[in-house]
Structure formats: C-alpha cells, structure tokens
C-alpha cells in the first residue's frame, strides 16, 4: 500500500510540473522572442548623432574637408550632396586622403573650393552613408558635427 501511495505522489507531482512548469516555459519564450529585427537605421541615426561615428565638416575657404570617425568598417560614404537651389551631387569632385591622418578609421575627404562661381564653405551639405546595409542620409551644417536624419 506504501509503495501505491508513493506513486501516486509522483504521478501527481509530475502532473503539476507537466501542467505548471512547462507552460511557462512556453509563455516566457513567447513574450521574449530569442530573434528579433534590428532597426539599423535608428542604430545608425543614433550612433551619428553623438555616439561613436564622428562627422565633422570642415568648412574653410581655402581647403572644405569632411573628417569621419567611425567605429568599424561597416560605414562607407557613398555621395555627397551639396545644397544650392537643389541638391547637386558632387561625389565625383571629392578625393580621399588617407595620408593626413595616420589612423586606419578615421577618413578625410577634401572638398572643391566652389561649385561653379559658388563658395562651397558658406553651404550645408548632404551625406549619403551606408552601414549595416542600410542607408541614411547625414545634414551637416559649415563646421558642425553632422546630423543623421
């Protein structure tokens, strides 16, 4: 009678866990999913606006430069726009020189002087940035830190 009764118990122990414990395994893997999609272009907005990619536009009349500090090489320029009466792009003027600067992650690109008969230091440019295949589009104003919009 002894040994009925034991099984009994766990019999009905294995049922509480069966019918306890496993559905809230089940429940607590539903709410906290292990994969999720990562919004890239809120990781690349945040990481341009004061994270760890550094863009500064260097706005002198004598040599415009764009200066980039980025992480890791994930983040590629792509183009460069600059704001007249409409963006014109004017990737194919800039040149990288990687000789200024001697670290392997931090770019300089050298502007023109103007755009046709027009100063290009006094105007706000546009950067096309692609990281994380994902692209986004950086606002920098003459000597600020650039924007991700």
Not at 119 to 144: C, G, H, K, Q, W
């Amino acid at each position: 009678m002894r040994a009925l009764s034991d099984f009994l118990a766990f019999i009905i122990i294995l049922l509480i866990i069966v019918g306890a414990v496993i559905p809230l395994f089940l429940y607590l893997n539903s709410i906290y999913p292990q994969s999720s999609n990562i919004d890239y272009s809120k990781l690349i907005s945040n990481e341009v606006n004061g994270g760890t990619v550094l863009i500064y536009y260097n706005a002198s009349p004598t040599k415009p430069e764009i200066e980039i500090l980025k992480p890791n090489s994930n983040y590629t320029l792509i183009s460069v726009f600059i704001q007249t009466s409409v963006y014109v792009n004017i990737s194919k003027n800039i040149y990288g020189n990687s000789k200024a600067l001697p670290l392997p992650l931090i770019y300089n690109f050298t502007m023109p002087n103007t755009i046709g008969k027009m100063p290009i230091y006094e105007m706000p440019i546009l950067l096309e940035i692609r990281a994380f295949n994902t692209t986004n589009f950086i606002y920098m104003l003459p000597n600020e830190t650039g924007i991700a919009s």
